[in-house]
Structures are given as C-alpha cells and as structure tokens.
C-alpha cells in the first residue's frame, strides 16, 4: 500500500497464502514471492509439476490429460497456495485444475459463443456496441481459468500483438469518432511490461474522443504482486483509467489481493469486480453477498454478475438462469445496493448483454402499478397526471456546455 495511507478498516495482519506457500514452495524466498516474474517463471503448467505440489482425484488427472490439445494449463505459484489441497470443490482449485467434463464439447456449445470474430474489423479490436470497443491486446495470463469462454484466443501461442496489428487496432479507433470508451483486454494486459502497456495507454489517451480506457485484468485475484506503485502511476498518468477484475469468491479476496486494489484505488484508479457465477463454486446467494461485501470493503464495486457463456467444455459450471435472478432477489433490499451486481447474460452468436432481474411488478394498470417489496409486501404506485417528458432547457445547454 502506498506507504503514507492507513489501510481500511478490518485488515489481517498475515497474508492468507503465506501457510499454502510454506508448504507448496518452501523454497521460495520473501523477495521472489514478493515478485511477479518468478510467479510467472514458475507457474506450474503441466501435470507433472501439477502432481507434485496437488494430490489430484482421478477426475482432475484425466482432466489434465483430456484437455490438454485444447487449452493450456497455468497457475501461479500464488494461486496456487489458496488451493485448498484436500477437497477438490474448493474454488481455487475448481477454476484452475481441468476435469473430465472440460474435455467434451455439449449440443449448442460455441468455439466463440459471443460471436466476437463476426465483429472483429482488426485483430486487436471486436466492435459490438456504438459507442465502445474491445482491444484484445494479447493471449497470456497468469492463471487460465478453467471456466474462460474466450480460450479461442487464450489457448494461443503465449503470444503479444504485434507492433503493426497494434498499431492498426490503434488506427481504427482513431478513425471511429463514435468510440468514446476502450475496453482493453485479451489475455491478460497488466502482463505486458509498461513499456508495452504505454505504448497502448499513451496514443489511446491523444484521441480526442476516446473519454475513457477501461483494462481488464485477473492480476489483481491471481497475481497481485504484479500491482505495484509503478503500475499504478503509470495508470493514474492516463486518467480516466478504471481497472474491471475478476474476483469469483471471498476466498480469493486476501490481504496481497487486497493490497493489491488498494494500492489502483489510493493512486486514483477505480476498480470494478466481473464475477461469473458458477455451479457449486459459488452459485448461492450467501457465497455471492459475502463476495460483495469483501470487495467494497477493499473499496471494488461489484459491476457484473455474468452468467456463464454457451463456451465449448463449459457447460459443467453452467446454472440454470432462475439461478442468477434467485440470488439478486435474495440480496436487493436485504444489502447494499452497491453490493447487488448486475446480472449480464451475453447473448449466444453475437446478441450482446442483456441483463435479467426479478420482476416486482405484480399488476401494471394505466393509473397505479402494484409492487411487491423485497419482503413479499405489497405497495401502490401511482402515475402522475402530466406525462410531457421533454426538457426544454437541454436544447439551451447543448448549445453553451463548452462555452
Ligand atoms: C462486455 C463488452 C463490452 C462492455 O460492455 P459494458 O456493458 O459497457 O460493460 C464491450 N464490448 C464487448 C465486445 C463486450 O463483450
Ligand atoms: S484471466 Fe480472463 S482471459 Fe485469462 S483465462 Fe482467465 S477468464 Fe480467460
């Protein structure tokens, strides 16, 4: 944490994967452990490594096996301590260690279930929405999460973009005047060096039009030490940067996770959550409000709650979608409504998110419309007698808001 700034309220003084560590990594020594390279260095990427720290089920060997011409295995050293190494429904180790049930491709299930490549007018940018884009901006990540619906592009080669398609991607945006908001992606792009990340940030920040970058990341869950004061100024120099995340669970919400949001947010860098919801990995309204509450007590806005994509090998982590809107009415009106994320449903084949919520309107009448509450109470909301909705004065301020 930047080092003049008291911690928020509520921080443990051990760091959670410090017991994981002792036994996983003894050799590891503070200043490796405190460095993201080595973390990547010594990412454990295949069953032999995997078998010698992890005693597997047979399930998750064969998983291992089955998928491995599908898509890579990775995890950090880090990651890897969180792993709860005598249950095989423990979270971290269901997002990172492969079964069999990856391995087989369902009815319906899409090699690109966003229908992304049909809107896809570079390599680095998927243009779907007016007014935004996605810059994929390379296929490597710290941990490649069993549940990733983008593995098309993250099963590649470990590759970067290189500098002409960059350059291109940047290009296009230039000439789309309508692009106001850069969603940067991939992979993972806090794994790109900050030379690399500011060569992205910089040119994005001369055009005129584009109002804000977002940059999404997992680093902060499966690599925090990556966030260091350096990364974090580099951001801040490019303001308005938000960082979106992707924490799953509060057992990935650990003092270095913490340490390492913290540090984006006291540099001025918002940092907004992505979760995916999953079968049994945290498909319960419980799981879900003690995830939020983690994340804004380490200052995260919960954004999204994402139903999980019709992706190839997937459909083992898929919930029925009453299950989604089930847990928002479990928590709208019992917590926060900063802690109630948005349920996102991508649409299969290229549709876009729409968002699902429960319905409280119980009778709509030209006059009143009839509410139930989050107790189940019913109220009487009544419509008022003028319905003329134009503003008159917006014609005034269009006209003088830069004057
Ligand atoms: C999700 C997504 C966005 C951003 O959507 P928001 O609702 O603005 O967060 C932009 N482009 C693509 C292709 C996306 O999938
Ligand atoms: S970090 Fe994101 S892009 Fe990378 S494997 Fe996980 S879900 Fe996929």
């Known amino acids: 944490m930047s080092s003049s700034l008291p911690p928020s309220k509520g921080t443990p003084a051990r760091p959670a994967s410090q017991a994981g560590r002792a036994v ?15 973390h990547q260095r010594n990412a454990v990427r295949n069953l032999a490594q995997l078998e010698k720290v992890i005693p597997l089920t047979p399930d998750e060997r064969a998983g291992v096996q089955e998928t491995s011409s599908l898509f890579r295995v990775g995890i950090s050293p880090y990651y890897l301590s969180l792993i709860d190494r005598d249950h095989p429904l423990c ?11 990856e391995a087989r491709v369902r009815p319906g299930e899409l090699e690109d279930p966003l229908g992304e490549d049909k809107t896809r007018p570079e390599e680095a940018i998927v243009h779907k929405y ?12 710290s941990v490649y999460c069993r549940h990733c619906t983008r593995r098309r592009i993250t099963k590649g080669g470990e590759a970067e973009l290189s500098k002409e398609q960059m350059r291109r991607g940047i290009e296009y945006i230039r000439q ?7 969603l940067i992606s991939g992979g993972d792009p806090f794994l790109l060096t900050e030379e690399r990340l500011e060569e992205l940030l910089a040119p994005l920040y001369d055009i005129p039009h584009v109002e804000m970058v977002r940059i999404g990341t997992r680093v902060p ?8 004061d350096s990364l974090a100024r580099l951001l801040r120099r490019y303001a308005p940067v938000y960082v979106v ?3 799953n669970h ?3 919400v650990t003092p270095e996770a913490r340490e390492a949001c913290e540090r984006l947010v006291d540099h001025g860098v918002p940092v907004e959550n992505q979760a995916v919801l999953m079968r049994r990995l945290n498909s319960d309204a419980r ?3 003690e995830l939020s509450h983690a994340l804004l007590r380490i200052r995260v806005r919960p954004y999204y709650l994402h139903q999980m994509d019709v992706a190839q090998g997937c459909e083992h982590l898929r919930t029925p979608l009453a299950k989604g809107v089930e847990i928002l009415q479990q928590l709208r009106g019992h917590t926060s409504g900063l802690a109630v994320p948005h349920l996102a449903v991508d649409l299969p084949g290229g549709g876009g998110k729409v968002t699902l919520q429960p319905d409280y309107v119980v009778e709509r009448g030209t006059h009143d419309t009839v509410f139930r509450n989050y107790k189940g109470e019913r109220y009487v909301y009544p419509e008022p007698e003028e319905l003329d909705c134009s503003c008159p004065y917006d014609a005034v301020w269009r006209e003088r808001r830069w004057g």
Not at 91 to 101: F, K, L, W
Not at 176 to 182: A, I, K, L, Q
Request: with cysteine; glycine share 0%; aromatic share 10%.
């Open 176 to 182: 789309h005047p309508e692009v106001r908001d850069v």
């Open 221 to 228: 869950v499966c690599l925090p030490m990556r966030v260091t």
């Open 91 to 101: 979270p971290i180790r269901m997002q990172s260690i492969p079964v069999r049930a």
């Open 24 to 38: 996983l990594f003894p050799e590891a020594t503070d200043a490796q452990w405190a460095d993201w390279r080595w």
């Open 287 to 289: 799981i879900i409000q």
């Open 245 to 247: 995340t992707h924490f």
């Open 250 to 252: 509060p057992k990935e």
């Open 130 to 141: 007016p007014d935004r884009v996605l810059f994929l901006a390379l296929d490597t990540c």
